[in-house]
């Protein structure tokens, strides 16, 4: 009990800070658009952030070890082309093309890691160079056009639950795996250390070449598992996931994951995945034009950043 009133300070500025942001952007709309609160609303919502949710995951884990992965939306793109390739041009069964999406993230990211790791290199670079690999790769296979797959992935999308899309359960599913993952394993722990010090990582006989490697391989595996998603909704549109790599990073930094590494959750991305979601639906619906929806969004950025800065300070001071 005396450990829980400890960290119940911590607790509330991470956790009950976001669920406040969150529930004050709700209010804000609620407010200001028509039928905003309304069940169709938090449905397009919920309907929204699965696949942003999923590779929002594995940017904070790539973003823990001081890393970062440009590529997850393009390697979504290639990954979901060569789904529509195999079901419709090749007419391979539906669970060999989901197979087959998975297999090509999951080598996007092996290679990410390996490369970085290999040579040395700054990930920003890396992965800059497989986000233009994995776009043209999408080009090619799908001869620059959208393969329309009807009918093939509909129970992905259709399948629900008490109302709620099977996609969105599965994000969660997969957000409280990854938080617990990061929380209670001696994996999550080897992440946060080599983000914090890699060297002194190092040094105390850890190799961190295994954990970033399978850190950069969980990303792109998460990519090509949101690539199912994704174009269940979207088909098999080589443009698919073009500039979602920013709106994923702008999730995980509004959540409070250090660029620098060393520190991050991923509720609280799950948190910042949801106020973006709810920020761009409620500006839709309130009818601002796409310069004021820029120009807000990247103010709430900035202030997140600003508030985490602040945060970290009142934590250091708490933790003295």
């Keep these: 009990m005396k450990r829980f009133y400890s960290r119940l300070p911590v607790w509330v500025t991470d956790y009950l800070g976001m669920a406040g942001a969150l529930g004050l952007l709700l209010g804000i709309f609620g407010f200001t658009a028509?039928?905003?609160?309304?069940?169709?609303?938090?449905?397009?919502?919920?309907?929204?952030?699965?696949?942003?949710?999923?590779?929002?995951v594995g940017m904070?884990?790539?973003?823990?070890i001081a890393g970062i992965d440009l590529s997850v939306g393009s390697v979504m793109g290639f990954s979901g082309a060569v789904i529509g390739v195999l079901l419709v041009k090749s007419g391979q069964p539906i669970g060999l093309g989901i197979m087959a999406g998975l297999f090509v993230g999951l080598g996007c990211g092996l290679l990410n890691g390996l490369v970085v790791i290999k040579w040395s290199l700054?990930?920003?670079?890396?992965?800059l160079g497989m986000m233009e690999v994995a776009r043209g790769a999408a080009?090619?296979?799908?001869?620059?056009?959208?393969?329309?797959?009807p009918g093939y992935l509909d129970f992905i999308t259709e399948t629900r639950w008490l109302g709620i899309s099977m996609p969105f359960i599965l994000a969660v599913c997969i957000v409280l795996l990854a938080q617990f993952v990061l929380s209670h394993t001696v994996f999550g722990r080897y992440m946060v250390a080599i983000g914090t010090n890699e060297?002194?990582?190092?040094?105390?006989?850890?190799?961190?070449?295994?954990?970033?490697?399978?850190?950069?391989?969980?990303?792109?595996?998460?990519?090509?598992?949101?690539?199912?998603?994704?174009?269940?909704?979207?088909q098999a549109n080589p443009n698919n996931g073009q500039g979602v790599e920013l709106q994923v990073i702008a999730a995980v930094v509004i959540g409070?994951?250090?660029?620098?590494?060393?520190r991050g959750s991923v509720l609280s991305t799950f948190f910042g995945v949801l106020i973006i979601s709810v920020l761009e639906t409620g500006l839709a619906q309130a009818?601002?034009?796409?310069?004021?929806?820029?120009?807000?969004?990247?103010?709430?950025?900035?202030a997140a950043v600003i508030?985490?800065?602040?945060?970290?300070?009142?934590?250091?001071?708490?933790?003295?």
């Excluded at 028509?34 to 929002?56: E, G, H, K, Y």
């Excluded at 508030?307 to 003295?320: A, M, P, S």
């Design 34 to 56: 028509d039928n905003f609160f309304s069940r169709s609303t938090f449905l397009i919502i919920a309907d929204q952030v699965p696949d942003i949710t999923i590779l929002a």
């Design 60 to 64: 904070t884990f790539v973003l823990i």
């Design 122 to 127: 700054p990930s920003f670079i890396v992965t």
């Design 139 to 149: 080009l090619r296979v799908t001869q620059s056009r959208t393969i329309y797959i």
């Design 199 to 234: 060297e002194a990582v190092r040094l105390s006989g850890i190799n961190p070449k295994p954990v970033k490697l399978a850190v950069f391989s969980l990303s792109g595996l998460l990519a090509g598992l949101a690539s199912i998603i994704h174009t269940a909704r979207y």
């Design 256 to 262: 409070g994951t250090s660029l620098m590494g060393g």
């Design 287 to 302: 009818n601002a034009q796409e310069s004021t929806k820029r120009l807000i969004t990247g103010a709430v950025i900035v």
């Design 307 to 320: 508030l985490d800065y602040y945060r970290q300070r009142i934590r250091n001071v708490k933790t003295r």
